[in-house]
Structures are given as structure tokens and as C-alpha cells.
């Protein structure tokens, strides 16, 4: 590979507090060799004007599901990567939710394997916390990360059982890996599928409070006092979470927390008439718990900003609001709908950029998301302010169930590096 | 220079009964005045006409039910419509079939009116958006049962002159109810003050944004109201642990004499049916033609149905 310089962008790199218009000079390797202003590269570097845009770490997405194994007419590790490069992302974790579940070491290597062969993305995958995902029994912790586990979760799962939990926890101290937990207690959240409230109450679904996830949360908080391991809330959906989180940090309490662009950007009065395509878990909640969010990613209380990619196919989301299958798509989008956050003046540009980039990839101890010198040059390249409409055949995903159908939005990704390479462009 | 003159397809779109909710007072006042001039018709010995000659009408029932089913039956027969009425309890959802293939099967049978009753709230909306003919709501989860509301309101014009002005209590299991819900948008817009009254685990939340007063106390409830309407209380609500059980749902919410008296001395009673006696309401009560519209219920039930499909399949 040729050395590369990418010229006059506006650098924005949250790990080096970075914003300023310059260059950066990509190695015959596919590293960063040098960044900002001044610039010293050869002769024969290959130059990229990208004068009016702005380049960013490729970002780190921390929750997607990719269908392989067993569920590839939703999505498969082509099609996922293909959707993820377009969106800027360049690294992803991935979920254990497949079939069959990620929770042995064979399956780990298959997935590994085939991610090398098929994806042209860099993928960190996830195994399952229990066997099964049935909440009973701990997987293989310490073999599992030896083959290249990131982390652990039960994806839309939560472990109900407290003993097993706090030992799910002791053990994982020990070993220093990531629990990743979905706070939902399943009796309160029994047959729900909305937000409990007015709008539950009129469209007459069985709806679930966020006394739900709250109770959750502070169960784990408390054992996680007792028993410190590297634990990270998956998506917070409301204001209550949020102040028992804001009360354990001021203790002194070391967690991480992430939260879905959806519940960023979206709330329970956009499911309108029975849209299933916003069925989401957790579910979309009021305004003031959205904009409740907002303020938690502010005050740092919310680290991370995930897709929550979930590809449905149409099947199963055609069907009364209670049968339909929960998620939505959304790795491609990321970008664009957290930088609505920054037009619409929300929160500050580095501060989102922050929660798609260096914040997961500490979160998860990957050497990404940052554009230091001598780092693997995954850069995502994008236009502050074009706008766009999202339009769902357009979307690069295998499954085409966005919740964001006809949204208007701006900013957009115009350019993608993975290690040096231009991976995508448009 | 000569354009191209731009064709645009005229889509006929069929109006469709989802629900109270979608309905503005004309419409629903417009389907009363019809209902009302079935009344005689149906009380007569020549009880058919022709207005929906040659239609098709299918019932598609995906729970069971006896009145609301033979009701939409009778009023389709009566206006000399075909009516096919499906029970698809156990036969399509145990295939593994779809409501949207059921649908689409049956849409392809050129129908003109679906009447759906489905146990998923939502259903009935899902289905008018894939088929090319009218559908009617006839009861759909726990979210709208229109025509129950219409026949409701039928019967207290019927007997009260108007609905603007009175008060109306709405009493028993408020969450899992579609015909309190339809009722609350009904009678609201028609002018009637409504309270609710449940015990707290069967009041759903956000209901005083529906435009209700809510109260846990029947004796507060009930205070100078013209109408008391009983709800059904399901026998799987105490397995649920919705309540401790049905001795005490009846000491403190089951509709007696000596309770109905907080109400207005007009006051007149009514169910939605099944009843369930010595539950929700004491048996005597619910016979006692002085003061029980129960019976009348049903039978405007069939006049309310026809001009339903009569307005709605044009």
C-alpha cells in the first residue's frame, strides 16, 4: 500500500481532544504516521482533498446483531459490514443471540473464521454470559476470552437469579472480562411491549414501567459493590435509571453505561398507529425521560451510544404490535441521527463523537476508536451538513426494518478507511 | 409545447370502523340517527332489506363470542347481505398462518366488509392496511370496541332523550377493557361526564389524560350518575393476582342495590355482557327491568350493526 494523506479535513479525535483542520498521513501500513497541522509524508504519498469534511476515529459500535449463524436471511457478516462501513463504523461487537448461541469455544471459532472471511470490518465478538442464554448456568469465562471473546452478554436477556449474578460477578473480577447486562426484571415486564402510560393505555398494550429496568439496575449496583468487576449497562431507557446511576457514581461505584440512539432520538408518540418497526426493548419511553438522556450524556453518565442493529425481516414484523418481532436496524445511521443531536443542539459535537469512538473502545480495552499516532487508520470521512432522507431500500442492511423510515436528517458519511484502505465511499 | 398530461390512478380507499378514536361527532352522530330507524324495522315481523344486496360480508372472529358475533351476523342477514362468518379460534393460528395471509386469502375472495374481532389490540388496523374492503372493529385486545360504545349510546338516547349533560360511571376492570376505553371516547364526545372506577391494579395509567374522572370508591364514583355501566371481571384476573379475590372484588366493587343508590334515583344500569353475577353485580340487580338496559343492550346492538355496514359499505 501506497502512503496516503488526507488533506485540509477538520480532525475531531476526542482521544486526543483533538479538533482542528489539518492533515493526516497514513503509512504504507495502514497507520496513522502523523496528525494535525503539520504534516511530513513523501514525494509519492497518494493525496485525498477533503476540504469541507470532517474526519473522525472509525466508529465502535458496541451492540449489533449479525444473523450468522443460523438467522442469515435477517443478516450475515456481508451484508452487516457492508451497512456498517457506509454508516462510518469500523469496528463492531457483535451479539450472541444466534443459532445456535455463542457460548462454547467452537462456536467462537466459527464465528471468528467466518467474520475474516466475509466481513471488511473489524469484529469483536461477544459470547453468551449463561449457556443458552437461559440464565442458569455461567459459560467458559476464562476459555472463551482466551479464543477472543470481548465481553459477555445475554443480549436481550437479564439474569433474573441474584446468587447467580453476584457469582457471574465474583468470578468475572477475577478475570478482568466484561459483563455486559440488559436491565429488565421479567415479572414487571411480563407480555409488555411499550412504555407503560397514556400511550400504552390508548393503544391498548400491555405496557412495562421503567421501575423494570430501574429494579434491575440497582440490584447489579449493589452486588456490584461487593463484588467490582468490569460491568456495563447495555441501554438505559429512563430518568429513573439514570438517577440511581448518578447516585451510585457519586459512590465511589465503578460501571460503565450505554444507551441506544433510539431512545435518543425517538420517544413512545412516534409508534404512533401501531408502528412494530418501533418496537423496540428497551422500549421508547416519554420526552422527558429522552430528554433525560441527553442531560446523562452530558453529566457523563452515559458513556456510549449504540445502533442496537437489530435486522428483522419483514415477516416478523408484520404482524399485530404484540406478535412483532422487537428491534430495528440501525448501524448505518448511527452517525447521522446522533449528529441530529448536534444540529438540533442537543449536545455538543465532540461529546457524541466521544460515545461512538473512544468511550467504547476503553469501555471494551480495544486498541480503537482513536487516531493517535502509530493506530491501526480506521477513519470515517463525513459531511457535517449534508442533508439526506432515509429511505429504507436504500439502507444497505439484509433486513430493511429502520425506525427512522423517511426521517430527514444531516450529515453523512462520505468516506470510509478500515487500516488505511477506503473500504467505501460514495 | 405540449405537456404530458400526468394520470393519477384514483386509489378507492374503503372507509373503515377501527374506532371510536377515529371517529368525529358527525360520523358518529350520523351512524345513531341511522341505527335509531332500525329499531322498528327490527321489531316488526318483515325484518329484511335489500341495501346490501349482493355484498359480502365475513365475519372474521379470532376470539370467541356469542353477542357480538350473532349480532353483526343478524344485522349483514337482515340488510340482505351474504355473511360468512369465520371462527378462527383453532384452525388458521395452529396452521402457523398469518392475519396478514389470512387476509390476503380472503381478500382475494372479493369481500366487501371484514367484521374482525382479534386478541391482539391493533390487529384490525393491520388488516384494513392489506385489504381492498371496509373494515369493522368488532372488538380488538384491550383497545377499541366501537360498536359496543355505538349501541350503548343508542340505548341511553333511547331512554334518556340525549348523552349530553349526564353523567356516566364506567365500573370494574378499566386496564383490560376495549369497551371502556371505546365507551370513555364515546360518551366524552357526546358530552356525558365520565367516571371510572376500579381498584387501583385494574386502572390503567394515564387514564385522566383519556378525559375521565377516576376514583377507587364506589360511593364516590357513583355520586349523581344517570348511567352505571358494569364491566366484565375475567376469572384469570385472580390467577394474575390482580386481586385477592372475587369475595372481595364483590364487597367493595360488585354492583348492588344498596351501592346503586349513591347514584342518581333515575339511575339506569348497564353490561356489556356476559355477565357474571354475584361477581361484578348482584343477580337481582341485573334482572330488575326497572332499572337493567341490559336486554335492550343487545337488541340495539343489531340496529346499531346495520347502519354500521349500511355506512360503511358504499
Known sequence: MKEKILTNVRIIDPSQKMDEIGDVVIDEKGKIKSIGKKSDTSESAEKIDLKGLVAIPGLVDMKAFVGEPGFEYKENFRTLSQAALAGGVTSIVTMPNTKPVIDNVSMVDFIIRRGRDKAKVNLFPCASITRQMEGNQMTEFGLLKARGIIGFSDVNKTIQNSELMSR???????????????????????????????????????????????????????????????????????????????????????????VSINNLSLNQNDIGEFRTFLKLSPPLRSEEDRLSLIEGIKNDLINVIVSDHIPEDEESKRLPFAQAATGSIGIETLLSLSLELYHNESLPLEKIIKCLTINPAKILKIDKGSLKEGSDADICIFDLEKPWVVKAEELKSKSKNTAIENRKLQGKVKMTLLQGEVVYSN | MATKKKVTAVKNTPKHLLGIQNLSVLEAKEILTEAKSFIKLNRGSSKKLDVLRGKTQINLFFEPSTRTQSSFDL?????????????????????????????????????????????????????????????????????EHPTQALLDALTIINRKGNIEGLKIAICGDILHSRVARSNIYLMNMLGAEVNVIAPKTLMPEGIDNLGVKSFTDMKKGLDGCDIVMMLRLQNERMQGSFLPSKREYYEFFGLTPEKLKFAKKDALLMHPGPMNRGVEIDTKLADDINVSLVKEQVELGVAVRMACLKLYCK
Do not use: W
Request: glycine residues 8%; hydrophobic residues 40%.
Open chain 1, 168 to 258: 457471574i460477578m465474583n468470578y468475572a473480577s477475577d478475570i478482568d472480562v466484561l459483563i455486559m447486562q440488559h436491565a429488565e426484571d421479567y415479572e414487571l415486564a411480563k407480555n409488555s411491549c411499550i412504555n407503560q402510560g397514556e400511550v400504552a393505555t390508548r393503544l391498548g398494550l400491555q405496557g412495562v414501567s421503567d421501575i423494570a429496568e430501574k429494579i434491575i439496575i440497582e440490584r447489579d449496583l449493589s452486588l456490584l459493590s461487593e463484588f467490582p468487576c468490569r460491568y456495563h449497562i447495555n441501554q438505559i431507557s429512563s430518568k429513573n435509571s439514570l438517577n440511581v446511576i448518578k447516585k451510585n457514581k457519586s459512590n465511589g461505584i465503578k460501571f460503565s453505561t450505554g
Open chain 2, 75 to 143: 344485522a349483514g342477514k337482515r340488510l340482505g347481505a351474504d355473511v360468512m362468518t369465520m371462527n378462527m379460534g383453532n384452525s388458521a393460528l395452529k396452521k402457523g398462518e398469518t392475519l396478514i395471509d389470512t387476509a390476503m386469502t380472503l381478500n382475494a375472495m372479493h369481500p366487501d366488509i371484514i367484521v374482525i374481532r382479534h386478541q391482539d389490540s391493533g390487529a384490525p388496523n393491520l388488516l384494513s392496511q392489506k385489504v381492498n374492503c371496509t373494515v369493522i372493529n368488532a372488538g380488538d385486545g384491550r383497545r
